[in-house]
């Protein structure tokens, strides 16, 4: 049971990253590049100046990469803590002398409820789209 609800977290905040990727970083990159190009075309700008306008245009998007990169990580982190805790728990159960089939059960809902707590996480995520869109 706690593996399908697993997948089903996977499969959601891969769902979210795939919008924020057409929704957000692609339509960056479809001004960034433009923007790059005039850097290049400015024939009155010194090589560095060149390089510097570039970097300037890449980094909205890398403000936006990181900051996805972060919130995945934050939310990976939440569910790693959660599952060590189970698991944690699961082997107080067996050193107390529970059977194995009662310690899985007991491991399944713990990490059912877990996994539960921490789906908030990723509806909060995805408004924070809004906060890409403004970076840019």
């Not at 900051?67 to 944690?88: G, M, P, R």
């Not at 059912?112 to 908030?120: F, G, L, P, S």
């Amino acid at each position: 049971m706690a593996e399908l609800q697993q997948l089903w977290v996977q499969e959601m905040v891969d769902s979210m990253v795939k919008s924020l990727e057409r929704e957000s970083i692609q339509k960056m990159q479809s001004l960034m590049f433009p923007w790059s190009t005039s850097c290049c075309e400015d024939s009155q700008a010194s090589m560095q100046q060149v390089h510097q306008c570039i970097q300037h245009s890449h980094v909205p998007l890398a403000q936006v990469q990181a900051l996805v990169t972060s919130n995945l990580e934050k939310f990976q982190d939440c569910q790693a803590w959660c599952t060590i805790h189970c698991n944690d728990k699961t082997k107080d159960s067996i050193d107390a002398g529970s059977k194995e089939l009662q310690v899985k059960r007991q491991l399944d809902c713990r990490v059912t409820k877990c996994i539960d707590d921490h789906m908030h996480l990723i509806p909060t995520m995805t408004k924070k789209k809004e906060a890409l869109l403004s970076i840019g």
